[in-house]
């Protein structure tokens, strides 16, 4: 969500979460109404029962507006390509299962945020605060899919993903963000299914925005 007000403002963040699932965006503003951004997402994971190892990528082109002054409306589309691998295990009978595969996602979004900070006044300090919304569209397909070792048939879904987002400026242009938020598959799959939940936290910085909104 890079909240892109006018050209010329650049947008990066770096956020994890408690499964160290780990990714870093950008993005920029070429005019004052298109701006491109970019991902880049890795889990590397190696636990009793199982080891991960995720790398992802993606980039997008889009449209943002600023409504009343206050708020910034965003719509993107993009691609994104990357390779995933799961094996698991027991203590008993040691590796029991490994999956590998290609991944391939083309993805919209709209993100909308009250640039109208609140501000809340703890430990001897004004927090300001901004709050958002985000809700994303997913195409994925698996291909070139390995079930150990052997070839499997590809599979693919849609993934709808709406969140909130929470951002709260430590100092100058650095914010804290907490993301929460759900993931749904559309479709009925044995393997390339929707996670759980969303939940991520980091750091977020822009710079060169519009006057009066940072």
Same mark, same amino acid.
């Given at each position: ?22 990714? =870093? ?61 799961? =094996? ?82 430590? =100092?100058?242009? =650095? ?40």
């Amino acid at each position: 969500m890079p909240l892109l007000t006018q050209k010329g403002e650049w947008s990066g963040s770096i956020h994890t979460n408690f499964s160290q699932n780990t990714s =870093v965006q950008g993005a920029y503003a070429f005019t004052d109404h298109l701006g491109v951004m970019g991902s880049a997402s890795f889990l590397h994971t190696d636990k009793k029962k199982r080891a991960e190892d995720h790398d992802f990528g993606e980039i997008g082109l889009g449209y943002f507006t600023r409504i009343r002054d206050k708020r910034v409306l965003e719509f993107y589309g993009g691609y994104g390509l990357g390779h995933t691998k799961r =094996v698991e295990r027991t203590p008993a009978e040691g590796i029991t299962r490994t999956l590998e595969g290609n991944l391939t996602k083309y993805f919209a979004q709209a993100n909308y945020t009250s640039k109208d900070k609140k501000t809340y006044h703890v430990l001897g300090r004004d927090w300001p605060v901004t709050y958002g919304t985000a809700l994303r569209l997913s195409y994925v397909n698996l291909s070139n899919f390995r079930l150990d070792n052997q070839a499997r048939a590809s599979e693919d879904n849609i993934f709808l993903e709406p969140i909130t987002y929470t951002r709260i400026n430590l =100092v100058g242009p =650095v914010d804290f963000q907490l993301i929460s938020g759900s993931n749904f598959g559309l479709k009925h799959r044995k393997f390339l299914k929707a996670a759980n939940s969303v939940f991520q936290f980091g750091l977020v910085v822009n710079v060169g925005g519009q006057s009066g909104l940072k």
